[in-house]
T-cell receptor, first 113, second 116 residues
Framework: EAQVTQNPRYLITVTGKKLTVTCSQNMNHEYMSWYRQDPGLGLRQIYY???????DKGDVPEGYKVSRKEKRNFPLILESPSPNQTSLYFC????????????FGQGTRLTVV | AQSVTQLDSQVPVFEEAPVELRCNYS??????LFWYVQYPNQGLQLLLK??????LVKGINGFEAEFNKSQTSFHLRKPSVHISDTAEYFC??????????????FGTGTRLQVTL
């Protein structure tokens, strides 16, 4: 079954404690991205990757890091989380090129206290 | 750069009634247009998309949308909704000329609440 898998689904952490949210896809997609969803703001892109070892900033990259060492995996790293990073996070993957369908993970609800 | 405006944050509707969810976009270049649906506690899934050709696009679950270039709109419609259509709906655009990336720009979402 084609899918994008994120872990964990729910996470509560304290300010400043480094965390990683994992994302894996089994569709051999080149393009992967991370979004955060906040009430009234929709989904905003944090980082994206067009292929292995190729990553770039999206619209709201501050406070986040990513890596793409393997095609299937695209982890999101928060080195020093702050309360304003409390949000619902989604990983997505698609074939390269505009107009292609994006497949989304189930989401990770992060609370930073 | 593109932007997407979803004019209604919430749309309450009775079951079996018709519904229209509005979406307007702004872009300096040609775009592709999408509607995604998010059911409670789930990720987003594609409802339909407009790439080219007929301006009336049919999607899953009986939804359809019409691309209107002159009004820069891509409104989503369903002639008769069901309780199971209760969800959040997102309109999105991608740059048609950006051949090396697949970035989606999303609207703020419309919550469709269907009641008996």
């Amino acid at each position: 079954e084609a899918q994008v898998t994120q872990n964990p689904r729910y996470l509560i952490t304290v300010t400043g404690k480094k965390l990683t949210v994992t994302c894996s896809q089994n569709m051999n997609h080149e393009y992967m991205s991370w979004y955060r969803q906040d009430p009234g703001l929709g989904l905003r892109q944090i980082y994206y990757s067009m292929n292995v070892e190729v990553t770039d900033k999206g619209d709201v990259p501050e406070g986040y890091k990513v890596s793409r060492k393997e095609k299937r995996n695209f982890p999101l790293i928060l080195e020093s989380p702050s309360p304003n990073q409390t949000s619902l996070y989604f990983c997505a993957s698609s074939r390269q090129g505009a107009g292609t369908e994006a497949f989304f993970g189930q989401g990770t609800r992060l609370t930073v206290v | 750069a593109q932007s997407v405006t979803q004019l209604d944050s919430q749309v309450p509707v009775f079951e079996e009634a018709p519904v229209e969810l509005r979406c307007n976009y702004s872009s300096s270049v040609s775009v592709y247009l999408f509607w995604y649906v998010q059911y409670p506690n789930q990720g987003l899934q594609l409802l339909l998309k407009y790439l080219s050709g007929s301006t009336l696009v049919k999607g899953i679950n009986g939804f359809e949308a019409e691309f209107n270039k002159s009004q820069t709109s891509f409104h989503l419609r369903k002639p008769s909704v069901h309780i199971s259509d209760t969800a959040e709906y997102f309109c999105a655009v991608s740059d048609q000329w950006d051949g090396t990336a697949s970035k989606l720009t999303f609207g703020t979402g419309t919550r469709l609440q269907v009641t008996l």
